[in-house]
């Protein structure tokens, strides 16, 4: 534990203007990044008594070893490189909101020539317009269904509608009216576009013109006596009356809003917003964190305003933002919005009328969702400690491993030789640690010496980071010694890739992979790190150095959790061999020119129409292609003429010729094998 004032700065070192700040440990990583208005007072509130401070304040800054600081010109410039800086370091004493599950969008991809609808999950895309979030993907479908008999945009994968257009056939969808068919040429481009943008102007909330021009459009019909066009826009009408009526009227203003209500206890919060636009509740979403700073509501609603609006722009920040409390610099987080968004944002607390009375609503979903996720966590934890306690006390462990790394090889008869790397830290895989590998040293199929490789790598590099920091001290009988730490390079306190090491490696096989395994290990001087390998035929536990297995009962805890490990590193090593594999079958023979990237690549293809007829031509030809030089095109000549036509690929299961297309470079067909599917978890289906 550090003291404090050890590397306390000295009186008048600390300027008294806008900033943000960074404390860091003894390794130089980042614990926690934050901003002021005047950095002096703040940070010398870090340096008094230990007793006067909350114990979380307390913890952080016995932990830290060093405190730097970063002057900015105004408060709105502090809370964005806050963000900035929080997002890049992730330190471990600052909130950070998870979300409780990965919730679905509509999504319209206007970034492409034909316009998409599609649910989309995870991180927003560039060009794509997005609605929601919803609660469950089938509400979405349900929504588009009704609204393609009036808006009939494509809503097809690249896949499908290259095939109709190559066949001039539509799909189902064209045939009964849901889908303008744009792939077949019944709509052009603009035409479809057009058709997109109005479906976003109705997502939006802007319904009540275009319901009032249809209605008019039945009329209309029906004096002109076209009863079935009459009858068809009446049909229309009544689907998108009955889209509205999936969200929830709220306000009669059409008021574009975001709720954000708080539900804590000492330990935990959870956050809640809805999303309000045109009056009604187009989305609904929810966070969970863990209060490890010293933070009140305000400081939570501060930061739940960060996480929503960093990445957003334009009408993605709505007009009005109703919170439970005001952050601490709430001119500041105003400006900041209104900068997000182009225009002023509201941020206000509701007082009184729908407002007030929604965010109660919010309030109450956001006390269910906290209540909710204590008995998970609850449940979950209990059985995830008990499986840690079984695996400790099945292995002889002195405690529980709270790390543990899994390692497994994958190869088709012995090519594109893989390897992959799974971490799970307290029961729960932490997917942001995974890592792959490729096998470098031989060829061939031998999964005891490549297992040997990979594990020899994986701790060598974890030697280096602790050689860089000074805690490496060379054991005796060691043979391998890290690389020395470069000369004047400082460390960022960006997380490491390999800098913790596992309490427990598990390798998948049986007693050869075990041994490689440790051999590795003891080459390397490292005698701190568990191994154990998990052979599939009848799931024993080896260990090192025993000539008998260790039996779980199959009703363990602990067996579930290594059998969990086991198959996520089989299937993230599966995933990777088979993208290599793939990637070789594509290969043309303008992969191995030297000197020729992709993009002069597709220049020659788009120019010749075929590697065929650019084999054939001259070097002056090939010199008339944009951004070819002469030095090029002689070597890409030279090199074609060497080149012998490729062979064609063949399934090794079936023995069946795969087509090969020399003039786009691509398999028709790539080989494969059924997916490899991991038996579900008891009481769970995946």
């Known amino acids: 534990m550090a003291d404090p004032s050890s590397y306390r700065p000295k009186p008048g070192q600390i300027p008294d203007s806008p ?5 860091r440990d003894e390794h130089r990583r980042v614990i926690y990044v934050g901003k002021a208005k005047s950095l002096r007072p703040r940070l010398s509130s870090y340096f008094q008594d230990l007793a006067n401070l909350h114990p979380r304040t307390r913890t952080m800054v016995t932990t830290a070893a060093s405190v730097e600081w970063t002057v900015v010109s105004t408060e709105v410039e502090a809370l964005q490189l806050e963000y900035s800086w929080i997002k890049e370091y992730d330190p471990r004493f600052n909130v950070k909101y998870r979300d409780d599950k990965s919730y679905p969008s509509l999504a319209v991809t206007l970034n492409e020539e034909f316009p998409r609808v599609q649910v989309m999950r995870g991180p927003k895309k560039k060009g794509v317009r997005y609605f929601g979030p919803y609660g469950h993907a089938w509400a979405i479908r349900e929504t588009v269904d009704l609204m393609l008999r009036v808006f009939p945009v494509r809503t097809c994968s690249a896949g499908v509608f290259k095939n109709a257009a190559r066949t001039g056939r539509p799909c189902l969808l064209g045939y009964i009216g849901k889908c303008s068919a744009p792939c077949v040429g019944r709509v052009t481009p603009e035409e479809h576009r057009e058709l997109a943008e109005e479906f976003c102007d109705f997502m939006a909330g802007r319904t009540g013109q275009y319901l009032k021009r249809i209605e008019q459009q039945m009329h209309e019909a029906a004096e002109d006596m076209e009863y079935e066009k009459a009858a068809r826009l009446r049909d229309d009408i009544g689907a998108l009356r009955r889209a509205l009526e999936k969200n929830a009227v709220v306000f009669n203003d059409a008021t574009d809003a975001d709720l954000i209500a708080v539900a804590e206890d000492e330990l935990e919060a959870a956050v809640q917003i809805f999303h309000v636009r045109g009056g009604r509740v187009r989305g609904q979403r929810g966070w969970v964190t863990d209060k490890v700073e010293a933070v009140d509501t305000a400081g939570l609603v501060e930061h739940a305003l960060q996480q929503l609006y960093g990445e957003e722009q334009g009408d993605a920040v709505p007009k009005e933002v109703l919170v439970p409390a005001m952050p ?10 209104a900068a997000r968004r182009g225009s002023n944002v509201s941020l206000r607390i509701p007082q009184r009328g729908d407002k007030k009375d929604l965010m109660a609503t919010v309030q109450r979903n956001a006390q269910q969702a906290l209540v909710l996720h204590k008995t998970k966590r609850a449940s979950d934890l209990t059985t995830r400690s008990r499986a840690l306690e079984e695996i400790a006390d099945a292995l002889g462990l002195d405690s529980a491993p709270l790390r543990i790394e899994c390692f497994d090889v994958s190869h088709l008869q012995g090519d594109d030789v893989v390897a992959s790397m799974v971490v799970f830290e307290d029961g729960l895989p ?8 490729q096998i470098k040293t031989f060829e061939g199929q031998d999964d005891v010496r490549s297992m040997h490789e990979v594990l020899t790598r994986r701790f060598r590099r974890y030697l ?3 050689a860089k920091t000074g805690e490496w001290i060379q054991e005796n009988g060691a043979t391998e010694v890290p690389a020395e730490p ?24 049986g007693q050869p992979q075990v041994a490689a395994a440790q051999r590795a290990l003891d ?3 490292i005698d701190d790190v568990a191994v154990c390998g998990l052979a599939k035929r009848l799931e024993e536990v080896w260990v090192p150095d025993e000539d008998d297995p260790v039996v779980l009962p199959r009703s363990s805890e602990g067996l579930y959790l290594l059998q969990r490990v086991r198959d996520t590193a089989h299937d993230f090593a599966i995933r990777y061999q088979r993208t290599k594999r ?46 070819i030089g002469r030095k090029t095109a002689e070597t890409v000549a030279g090199f074609l003429a060497q080149a012998a036509p490729a062979a064609p690929a063949v399934n090794t299961a079936t023995g069946e010729i795969i087509e090969y297309d020399e003039d786009t470079a691509e398999a028709a067909d790539t080989v494969d094998t059924a997916p490899a599917v991991s038996p579900p978890e008891r009481g769970q289906q995946e």
């Open 430 to 437: 932490r997917k942001s640690e995974y890592r792959r590998f």
């Open 582 to 627: 793939a990637k070789r079958f594509r290969a043309g023979p303008l992969d191995e020119v030297p000197g020729l990237g992709e993009t002069r690549k597709h220049a020659l293809i788009k120019h010749f129409g075929s590697v065929k007829k650019l084999r054939s031509a001259t070097i002056d030809q090939i010199c008339e292609v944009p951004g």
């Open 523 to 525: 080459e390397l001087g």
């Open 464 to 466: 280096q980071e602790k």
């Open 486 to 509: 470069e000369p004047n390079v400082e460390d960022d306190g960006r997380p490491k890739r390999f800098a913790y090491p596992p309490q427990l490696v598990v390798v998948d096989g």
């Open 19 to 23: 900033g943000v700040y960074k404390f």
């Open 328 to 337: 601490e610099d709430s001119p500041a987080v105003s400006q900041w919005l």
